[in-house]
């Protein structure tokens, strides 16, 4: 087990580099991005900090790891250079990259309320120089879906309403939608609705994973103590399947096995959770006595997953 300590708030965001050598961490309050070494433990680096003053609202590193994505600043991660800012890049789960690595691609940093009643336009950048800086338009999906996923093979996109359980499946050779569901009232119970906040495709290509959190909308912030469940759609039909709780708390963030039979959850009560993904079930918890947890990632190779508290990061061998 791997204990990194030294951040400076909660570690929001985690992401193991495409070899597995590396972990990246960054957090909402924090400065900059924290390069760890996984086989000593040690700090490589931090990107900048000066150059990202404002919060951190988001963090993508690029599938082949040569890219990386921190608010509105595109790296090049080998050169460790700023390579621009993208105008209009949206942050969070508006935001992707492309299986391919070669563009980032979601919906634009704009007020899209004005345009409910209309399709919205998913648009796409060009990862590789960030040339020109503007983005032009990839498809149009459905109004009010907007949280986003890739499928790894980078043939369909996934759009899901975060303020209910509209889910779209699009052809992105044809930008036709070729699957439409919603399994779900958006109002669950009175006065209660389910919020849609991240989505996940398996590595596999055979399912789809939402979380979702009831909650209250006259809520001025949330408490943490809100009903987080994940669904699992069957992508072939998009389908609901199973429904992940067991959480005691708000549910931060999940992740996918890289042989798609389990998914990782992550959450306020402090407990890391993993579910068996074709039962549903849960078959192991971890409590490592961080307190509340942000996030949650599992290295590309399968054998170690990592968890952000406040503050310290943990890594630990999954079949310990």
């Known amino acids: 087990m791997l204990l990194l300590e030294g951040l400076q708030g909660p570690a929001d965001f ?14 909402t309050y924090g400065t900059g991005v924290r390069l760890w070494d996984l086989t000593s433990g040690k700090l490589r680096g931090i990107l900048q900090p000066k150059q990202h003053r404002d919060p951190v609202r988001s963090l993508l590193l690029s599938p082949d790891g040569t890219r990386l994505v921190v608010g509105n600043v595109l790296w090049d991660l080998q050169a460790r250079e700023i390579l621009c800012r993208l105008e209009e890049l949206p942050t969070g789960p508006r935001l992707l990259f492309s299986p391919d690595s070669q563009t980032l691609a979601g919906l634009p940093e704009t007020n899209l309320e004005t345009l409910r009643g209309h399709s919205w336009p998913v648009m796409k950048w060009d990862a590789r120089t960030g040339q020109p800086p503007t983005p032009s338009e990839l498809i149009r999906i459905k109004s009010g879906r907007d949280v986003l996923a890739f499928s790894p093979d980078g043939h369909t996109l996934a759009t899901a309403s975060s303020r209910g359980a509209d889910i779209g499946l699009y052809d992105l050779a044809t930008g036709t939608e070729i699957i439409a569901v919603s399994s779900e009232s958006c109002t ?19 399912s ?3 979380l ?8 001025p912030i949330w408490s943490g103590n809100e009903t987080s469940r994940v669904f699992l759609y069957d992508v072939a039909t998009a389908q609901q399947r199973v429904t992940l709780s067991g959480h005691r708390m708000n549910i931060t963030s999940l992740a996918f096995s890289p042989d798609s039979r389990t998914l990782a959850t992550a959450s306020l009560d402090g407990l890391v959770k993993f ?31 990592a968890v952000g508290g406040k503050n310290q990061v943990i890594i630990w061998d999954v079949d310990s």
């Not at 985690?14 to 957090?27: E, R, V």
């Not at 979702?212 to 809520?219: D, H, I, K, S, V």
């Not at 307190?291 to 990632?297: F, I, P």
């Open 14 to 27: 985690l992401q193991f580099s495409p070899d597995g050598a590396t972990l990246l961490s960054a957090g």
């Open 188 to 206: 669950s119970k009175k006065g209660r609705y389910l919020l849609g906040n991240k989505a996940a495709f398996s590595p596999d290509l055979k």
């Open 208 to 210: 789809l994973a939402i």
């Open 212 to 219: 979702r959190t009831e909650a209250t909308l006259r809520m």
């Open 275 to 305: 579910w068996d993904v074709t039962t549903g079930k849960e078959f192991a918890g971890f409590d490592w006595r961080l307190g509340r947890l942000y996030s949650v990632a599992i290295a590309p190779d399968g054998m170690r997953a």
